[in-house]
């Protein structure tokens, strides 16, 4: 099934296609965006409408002339993708409990198209399951742009205890994407390693032998936790005995939220959709008392299967040992590291400590400053970089302690997690700036090389973003100098990897 994108004007897109195989053999359909989308639309096509053969057949050479003649008259050209003249879409997979789409990411588009003020860059905000696990979440995104129902696998579906198939998105948001016409990805948290999953997914398999992963052009992350965060075991996951959770705990609370939530899905605005359609959680599916039995011990939050075990160390290990995260020859990865701890001034072997004008951000502060002082020596495993790796550096009574890397954060992830999946002496990476004085080893020039030239195959960890915390470059927008920079520069370095592609 491939569709045919038409640009009818600056707000709306057409995307026609023919012999919608999910729907009927003989399905046409018209799928209508329009840009920006109603906020209450969160990134869903405004209209699809589905059309018989003939009727179908008739139409698309209708909207066809009348777009060819249009294109014509204002001087537009019909989208082709990275063959043709339209920049390749941008893909934005949101992070923990994100599902707010454009609304909140602001007026970023300006800044992103800055050089493709004639032909702008399409964006596509995706809806996956805000708590979900990463496997969920990969799936979920996966059939939001192709369309059709999702499939989460029938071993990962038995193992886990839910429905293997969860809605049906009608028809997804890039039906044409294919190795031929691919898809940048931007994550924000969570966002990040979402897409790491589903390219790990489409390599394994798992979506069939017509997907590839050279479907993901480009991985953008920021302030992702590859690698896993002891933030999750702060607010509540048992650093012994993970995926349970302290029954007192701000995770704890947050598991019974989504509970209550779920519960009453089907009265509730799109922006609270859970995406727990497998998991049947909704009064239509359970009794008052089943929900209950949820809040006092939750199937779903207190499961390897949820958004909360998939960032411990533990699991970040297990998904390496597994190969997850092994660069793709062909895909283009860069990383966006934030930072608002600082070394104390009166302990030189690596403590940090939170800038105080991050006190303005509470929940930040407060979580930071607990990150500079997590004791690893809990955990239970004990995570693979304290057990294969030598200490970044010796005291002089002989004890070891770890580096920087594991002491300065975000507020919610160390900056070791945010630079990519697997450490660095177990992939390809190139570090710019002062992310880990003992990996520098490209100068300026080397980095605006790269942003001229990118290279496939290798994570470019970017110049660290100094005195930032978690969301000080996404999602909220507030139009601050970092915030146009870092659109501005992600907007040139897409279009760099547009062109590395054609060529
Ligand atoms: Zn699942
Ligand atoms: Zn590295």
Redo the contacts with the bound molecule.
Sequence with gaps: MRGTTIKLGLRSRLVIGGRYPRLNKHTSYFHLHLFPPPPWSAGQPQANIYLGRRAGRLASIIVSHYSSSRARHCGMTRSTGPEGLEPMPLVIVQGFLGNTGRWLWGDFERHLNRDLKSTPRRTIFVSVGPVSSLHDRACELYYSLLGGTVDYGEEHSTTHKHARYGRNIGLGQYPEWSPSRPLHFLGHSIGGPTIIKLQSLIKQGHFGPSAHPKMIVSVNAVSAPFRGTQAVYILGERPDAAPAVNPLSVGALVGKGVHILSFLSPLLPRVFDLHGDCRSLTYRDISVLSLLKQLWKSDWAESRDATPFDVTFQAADERELMGEGDVEPETFYQSHVARMTQRSRSDQFGAHTPSLRHIMSPFLYILSRLLCTFDYSNLQPPPSFLTQRAPARSVPDGDSIMGDEYWANDGVVPIFSQ??PLP?GR?R?R?FGPVAPE?VEYTDNDYHRDRVTPRPGI?C?NWQEEDANHMSLLPLWTGTSRQRRFWEQLGRWLLAVDKAFVH
């Design positions: 630079w990519h660095c992939t990476c570090h990996l994570w960890v």
